[in-house]
Structure formats: C-alpha cells, structure tokens
C-alpha cells in the first residue's frame, strides 16, 4: 500500500475503519470529475477527499471518502476489463454505464502508485492469456505526443487547492470545466 503525506495517520485510522472487513489496497487525494456528453466538457461533482481502492471477496470498488465527516461520497466498481487511462500522469479517466468519470489528483507521484494498483484490481480475460503466454513479446504502442500541460491543481498540507489551475479559475480565465477556457 502507498503512503501519502496529504493524508494524516489520524485520517488513515478513521478510512481503515470505515471501509472494514473491506482490505484496502491504495489511497491518495483527489476531486472526480465527470461528463455525460462530450469529452472536453468536464463538470466537477464537488466530491473531493480521499480516493481509495478496497477489495472486497467478490468484487472491487474505487471510493472517495470526505475528510471532514468519513462518510464515502463516491463509489463505482472496478469491473471486468475496465479501461482505465491516464492523462498528464494527475488526470486518470473511465467509462460508467452513463458517463465518463475523471480524477483529477494532488499529487503526481501518487496518480501513478494509483494507477498501478488499480490496474492490477481490474479482472479481464487478457490478464489470463498473458499469464499463459509469458515468453511472448507483445507490441508496443507509443505514448501521446505533443501534449502541453497548462495548469496543474495540488492540496496543500493544510487541505486547501493551490496551483497556476485554480488561479485562472479565480480570475475567470477558465470556466469549472476541465480544460474549457474562455
């Protein structure tokens, strides 16, 4: 399990007894996002808080948990073959049964211990298959290219937003909507 210094061992405390018997896998700070009809038009759903993984026997879940009252404000399962995909390396995205989610993390370094957990959580059938076939080589695709990351949101030691982001939402140079500028 990572660690994260934006999460007190306090808060990890409460977290761990909220989601018991689940095991909890992974945790980091981030706000979800989501759209329902266009990629570009990105709506916040004012859940922000600790974004954790847990196991269950049966199935797996991400979760949000606010950290003022440890109450989950968000949960969707990781379900078979999930496609989950990162941009930036802070933004992290996948398809529901009605929309599109994103998280829109904190920190750089956790988004991709995240990731890496999450990624493992994700039943498929292709993960059986590379099991079976070890030796083989696989192709490769590159990675996006030309990419110009333009702002970037982070938390603070004391929970509150910073970064060049949130000024130019201060300062209406930007609506609320991931990547919309006026």
């Known amino acids: 399990m990572n660690t994260t210094a934006l999460i007190s061992s306090e808060e990890l405390k409460k977290i761990k007894d909220l989601v018991s018997p689940d095991y909890l896998i992974t945790y980091s700070v981030a706000r979800l ?3 329902e009809d266009d990629i570009i038009d990105w709506i916040y759903s004012g859940i922000m808080g600790a974004v954790i993984a847990v196991q269950t026997e049966t199935t797996s879940f991400i979760k949000i948990v606010d950290l003022e009252s440890f109450k989950v404000k968000f949960e969707h399962e990781i379900y078979f073959d999930m496609n989950y995909k990162t941009y930036l390396g802070f933004v992290h995205v996948w398809e529901s049964h009605d929309c599109v989610f994103a998280l829109s993390f904190a920190d750089d370094d956790d988004a991709a211990k995240f990731k890496d957990n999450i990624e493992s959580l994700i039943p ?6 590379n099991q079976k076939k070890k ?10 290219t030309q990419i110009k990351h333009e702002g970037h949101v982070g938390l603070d ?5 910073t970064g060049t982001l949130l000024k130019d939402l201060q300062d209406g140079k930007i609506d609320n909507k991931l990547g919309t500028k006026k």
């Open 33 to 35: 996002y989501f759209t």
């Open 124 to 129: 498929s059938k292709k993960k059986k298959k």
């Open 135 to 144: 030796n083989e080589k696989s192709m490769s695709v590159s990675e996006p």
């Open 157 to 161: 030691k004391t929970g509150e937003f």
